[in-house]
């Protein structure tokens, strides 16, 4: 079972990577242009090397959603204060942050904000909550008879859906279906595998050191490792993929350039057999009371950062740091949250803190 420090780290991480994706987006712009070096050539390897982070996610979201479903007996009419909960926690600040974000950027035609809002449109890194929101529609249903076979099921659909799939679609005469990056067929198997990991794990006794106890680091050393290893052998697979595209004629390097790729399912497969192995450390490493606090502070954080990040990354694109993009990186994620941190600090009410993405 993954302990609650092991999720709530591997969140932390995911969103910290998506921040890292998007700032390192100018390096991969360099490459689209010609051969590239020296920093702009280790971005494009970060860039790539964090394509975990959104599945990831989603993964984690389906985990810990069933999780807490599975540790209490739900009583009858559960739905409506789970979506309830759903709605005010998720809804409210993406719909604060995206019409603010039309509204910055210029656009101010009702119609317009209000198809944003349904598609996640209003900026390119807001198409992450509809994923969401259509997971959390669906969970009532999968909680009442997932299995593995079900599981099976939607992670083949987006396997037909991922990069090369869309090659084969012809050769059976069929036409590939332009689904949009957040549609649930590309996501809901990843929601899934969450799910049924939590249903798993729930026999298998805490997953949190008891106290005066200690996770030994060396149990399992083999599997560690071998996960550890596989982990780094799944993205420099990812990474030397999207190159290849990149400068193979004849090549769309355009669907190579997402999280719906085959070597990505690989790959984020290895993170959570990785997440799992190191499960017990993790949790070790985690207890002291400082580091606790400082991961919960930080994930509380994580969701304004996540909403707002991209307004400051055009600010930053603005300035030499567009010519850094591993600087840029760095920037974009201690002002990002340092901003956050002032604004947890000075925002007291709690209609205006659930509002903006912080939580009561």
């Given at each position: 079972?993954?302990?609650?420090p092991t999720t709530d ?67 009858a009419g559960w739905e ?137 680091r060396t149990a399992d ?140």
């Amino acid at each position: 079972m993954l302990s609650r420090p092991t999720t709530d780290l591997a969140r932390l991480i995911a969103m910290l990577v998506v921040c890292a994706i998007h700032a390192t987006a100018v390096a991969m712009h360099h490459l689209a242009a010609g051969p590239i070096g020296g920093e702009d050539t280790i971005a494009v390897v970060l860039n790539q090397v964090g394509r975990f982070c959104v599945p990831l996610f989603v993964v984690l979201s389906g985990y810990g959603l069933a999780a807490s479903h599975l540790a209490r007996t739900p009583k009858a009419g559960w739905e409506w204060p789970f979506a309830k909960g759903r709605l005010l926690a998720i809804v409210l600040p993406y719909a604060v942050w995206s019409v603010a974000i039309d509204l910055i950027l210029g656009r101010r035609e009702p119609a317009v904000i209000a198809w944003h809002l349904i598609t996640g449109g209003a900026d390119y890194h807001l198409y992450f909550v509809p994923i969401l929101l259509q997971c959390y529609l669906a969970f009532p249903l999968l909680v009442r008879g997932l299995n593995g076979y079900i599981v099976a099921a939607l992670m083949l659909v987006q396997v037909a859906f991922a990069a090369p799939a869309h090659q084969a679609w012809p050769w059976v005469g069929l036409t590939y279906p332009a689904l949009a990056s957040n549609a649930a067929p590309l996501w809901l198997g990843w929601f899934a595998v969450g799910m049924w990991l939590a249903g798993r794990a729930k026999a298998s006794g805490p997953a949190e050191p008891r106290p005066g106890s200690a996770v030994p680091r060396t149990a399992d050393l083999q599997v560690r490792l071998l996960s550890f290893s596989a982990v780094i052998l799944a993205a420099a697979l990812v990474t030397t993929e999207f190159l290849w595209h990149m400068q193979a004629p004849g090549q769309d390097p355009g669907w190579y350039d997402h999280f719906n790729r085959w070597t990505v399912l690989l790959y984020t497969s290895a993170v959570l057999w990785a997440l799992w192995t190191w499960n017990g450390t993790i949790a070790f490493w985690a207890a002291p009371e400082a580091r606790a606090k400082a991961i919960a502070l930080l994930g509380l954080l994580s969701f304004p950062v996540y909403l707002g990040h991209t307004l400051l990354l055009r600010a930053l694109n603005q300035t030499v740091l567009s010519n850094h993009p591993l600087l840029l990186t760095l920037v974009l994620v201690l002002v990002a949250t340092g901003v956050a941190w002032v604004v947890h600090r000075a925002v007291r009410p709690s209609w205006l803190r659930v509002a903006i993405g912080l939580g009561r």
